[in-house]
């Protein structure tokens, strides 16, 4: 069911240092800042040869990633982040399994406007997993 | 300098049951478990379209992972892996830029038989990150 590794996403306490770390120390293609007020994340997206990096940082005061930094102050893996073909089709497949979808269950549109579900860690060895349709 | 995302590793409690999720739950291809003594684990490879992820429980009494599943005992994320195409390059490169190396800074062989290295994760955004050699 589960395709390609979308992404990995970090959250990071210092956006601008994130960026110049991947670019100037690891060498890798960084995007600008992208603000995403939905989802209370700025983003800069690392493109490498086969997937992405996403350094997420929280914007506004409801982030969703407040508790994770103020839990890791240094950053660290967010979550990680599967295509699926079909959002809907997985949903319905993974509660049948018993696995919880966060929130009200229903697909958001994610950062590169496609739909996008979250899966509950305690479902999936203490990962984080988003879903995005490809 | 970094070129792909070779692998994304999960520490996991129970390494069957991880692999049945992946298996079975999310639909992917996964591998028999396979032991490394060298490095204190048992792997699970998960292959994705694009990567890998690899689902990594302790093997031996000191194995690097216990301290990580003592703190997560639901497992986690526990690091990401990039390649690169000169190992003791990116080494110096790294080192150069005040990045520390664990262990003597010297390549291990890894999980695929190619020369690998750890670095520290405060360097790194609160992330263990894995070089290996492409």
């Given amino acids: 069911m589960i395709g390609k590794l979308n992404h990995v996403a970090l959250a990071v306490p210092d956006l601008a240092a994130a960026a110049a770390l991947y670019r100037d120390t690891l060498g890798a293609s960084v995007s600008e800042p992208l603000d995403q007020p939905a989802h209370g994340v700025t983003v800069v997206f690392v493109t490498l040869p086969n997937t ?19 839990k890791n102050p240094a ?4 979550h990680i982040c599967y295509e699926v073909e079909d959002i809907l ?3 319905d497949r993974l509660k ?3 696995a919880r ?4 269950g229903e697909p958001k549109i994610g950062a590169h406007g496609k739909p996008v579900l979250f899966l509950h860690p305690k479902d ?10 490809a």
């Fill in 101 to 104: 979808v966060l929130g009200d």
């Fill in 52 to 70: 992405k990096i996403e350094l997420v940082h929280p914007l506004g005061d409801s982030s969703p990633l407040a508790g994770f930094l103020a």
């Fill in 124 to 133: 999936f060895l203490g990962t984080l997993v988003e879903l995005e349709q």
């Fill in 96 to 98: 049948a399994s018993g």
């Fill in 89 to 91: 089709a997985a949903r």
């Fill in 75 to 78: 950053g660290g893996i967010h």
